[in-house]
């Protein structure tokens, strides 16, 4: 009887180390960063709140009212991306992101400007002062 228990622990152990090592063969779409533009990234997942969304519209709506110009010659981007999707791990990883944030980046320099727009979610105005806040940070 003890050495079908063990036989069995050990069978399961392993089936278990298999399933969760099998990554398959999953591409990565790793997002090249131009050194010139003005990019501000929003990490999310998939499950969001009503705050969430929200962040996301006036964020956009931000960029486009501010910087009409530079969005429409492609010089200035707004983009959001969901890290339940393996396609943004590389872009992810090079940010050093790992859970929900909004990011801008502009070369090597890159400002975390989460904390400073949720504060904001729900104020428009606020919102779009403290993303020209971030955005003058990394031009200057």
């Known amino acids: 009887m003890k050495r079908i228990t063990l ?3 050990i069978l399961a152990f392993v089936l278990f180390s298999i399933s969760c090592n099998n990554q398959g063969n999953k591409k ?3 997002q090249a960063i131009n050194t010139s533009n003005v990019n501000v990234y929003y990490f999310h997942f998939t499950r969001r709140c009503a705050t969430c969304l929200a962040v996301e519209e006036n964020a956009r709506k931000a ?6 110009n530079e969005v429409k010659a492609g010089e200035y981007s707004f983009t959001s991306l969901n890290l339940d999707e393996t396609s943004t791990k590389g872009i992810a990883d090079n940010l050093g992101v790992g859970g929900q944030t909004m990011m801008v980046v502009r070369g090597d320099k890159k400002l975390n400007i989460t904390s400073a ?3 904001a979610a729900h104020d428009p105005d ?3 002062s403290e993303i020209k806040s971030g955005i003058d940070k990394v031009l200057f």
């Open 126 to 128: 606020k919102m779009k």
């Open 28 to 30: 990565e779409v790793v």
């Open 63 to 68: 960029i486009e009212a501010l910087y009409p």
């Open 117 to 119: 727009v949720w504060m």
């Open 7 to 9: 036989f069995v622990s």
